[in-house]
């Protein structure tokens, strides 16, 4: 398979540190190479892009190589954000940018210079920095041609990176609660740019959860009446989450799925989010679900999850870049749909169970599939 350049912002934090890892060791011993989806015997190993066909890099405003401009395996000083990190007392620095525009010219340059050095035949740029305030409407901005001319002091660095994939060729997928997806003409923009897009916010542990039982609730004729969600954190993300305003999108992402498919509203689903700084990387999580049968009895659900939180977005990351990378040469160029399985709010989709979803994303891309493949080779 030819050379991919696989280019993450947010290159130094939890998920982006251990996905560059895992790929080097992947490549470094290939025998080691296995993953969590894509090692099923469904997908054909021999269409499947392999770690030693990747060279990763990135961008970070924490602890950055200081390289000048991007190095395969090294992370360039990424743009100042101004809506996240600064408020949160690390030590960051970032290169200053002046509109979306300016800043998405500088991040072009860098992924056309580093796919020349790193011998690349294609790009996928994945945003895992840290998420940001929602644009507020008074910025006026809601659609592409207004956002490019919008002023750093106004929006997150998100966009200028998002539209730098877009000059430059990459695709981009969002694998954080960032608005960056919801502009009017992102679609076409992308589209017109022979680019895939894909997102939003991976889907890796509790609302994978709750959306799976949910939907076997509902295929048991039993209706949902209450669900209340909390989850508690230590970790990096947990703490920005925590910054005023910071989690309004991934609240907003988190209800989404559930909502959707249930008919249930903010009065009637709760969810809460709290950093625990104590817990590290652990994630525990809680869910109490009171649902009723046909003759109005109600029953009742608890739910405990507690795991690394950052294993299981990177397993989740490690497969979707794969089925990315190995596919896009035959994909259309836009919103890329059939991937809506690894996310919480998939844009452009309908959200549906992960088992729907997961049949969606074999059925778009039965070519990576073993020829004899059918639904009674699935362990479930
Ligand atoms: N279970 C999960 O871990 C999970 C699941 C779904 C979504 N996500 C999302 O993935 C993202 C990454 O999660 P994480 O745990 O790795 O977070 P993290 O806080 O450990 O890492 C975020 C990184 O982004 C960097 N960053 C911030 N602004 C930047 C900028 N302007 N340019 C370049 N880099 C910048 C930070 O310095 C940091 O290193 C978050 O948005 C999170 O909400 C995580």
Not at 163 to 175: E, K, L, M
Not at 182 to 211: C, F, H, M, N, P
């Amino acid at each position: 398979m030819m050379t991919s350049a696989l280019l993450l912002v947010g290159a130094n934090g939890s998920n982006g540190h251990l996905l560059r890892a895992v790929l080097a060791d992947f490549a470094a011993e290939p025998s080691r190479e296995h993953y969590g989806l894509t090692s099923l015997g469904v997908f054909d190993q021999d269409k499947m892009l392999h770690a030693q066909d990747v060279v990763v890099g990135g961008w970070d405003i924490r602890s950055p190589d200081r390289v000048a401009g991007l190095h395969p395996g090294a992370t360039t000083l990424g743009l100042t954000a101004r809506h996240t990190d600064t408020l949160l007392g690390d030590e960051v620095e970032g290169r200053p940018w002046t509109t979306v525009l300016d800043g998405a010219d500088l991040i072009a340059e860098e992924i056309k210079e580093f796919v020349i050095k790193a011998g690349c035949r294609r790009a996928l740029v994945v945003n895992l920095s840290s998420p940001a305030r929602p644009v507020e409407k008074e910025a006026g901005v809601t659609a592409v041609p207004g956002m490019l001319y919008a002023s750093s002091a106004d929006v997150p660095s998100a966009y200028a990176y998002m539209f730098g994939a877009i000059r430059a060729g990459a695709h981009y997928v969002d694998f954080t609660p960032s608005p960056t997806l919801e502009l009017q003409g992102l679609a076409d923009a992308a589209a017109e740019a022979g680019v895939q897009i894909a997102g939003r916010d991976g889907s890796t542990g509790q609302t994978y959860l709750k959306l799976t039982i949910a939907s076997a609730l509902a295929t048991r004729g039993l209706v949902i009446e209450n669900w209340y969600s909390t989850n508690v954190l230590g970790n990096r993300d947990g703490k920005v989450l925590e910054m005023p305003g910071v989690d309004r999108t991934k609240m907003h992402d988190k209800a989404f799925g559930l909502n959707s498919m249930s008919g249930l509203t903010s009065l009637n689903h709760r969810i809460d989010i709290r950093h625990m700084p104590a817990l590290g990387d652990v994630k525990e999580a809680w869910d109490s679900v009171v649902f009723k049968d046909m003759f109005g009895n109600l029953g009742e659900l608890q739910i405990r999850w507690k795991a690394l939180d950052t294993p299981l977005a990177v397993q989740a990351l490690l497969d979707l870049t794969r089925i990315f990378l190995s596919s896009c040469d035959r994909r259309a160029a836009g919103l890329r749909t059939d991937l809506a399985f690894f996310f919480k709010n998939p844009i452009g989709g309908r959200p549906r169970s992960p088992e729907y979803l997961f049949s969606e994303l074999l059925s778009s891309n039965s070519d990576l599939l073993m020829a004899n493949y059918g639904r009674a080779d699935l362990p479930w």
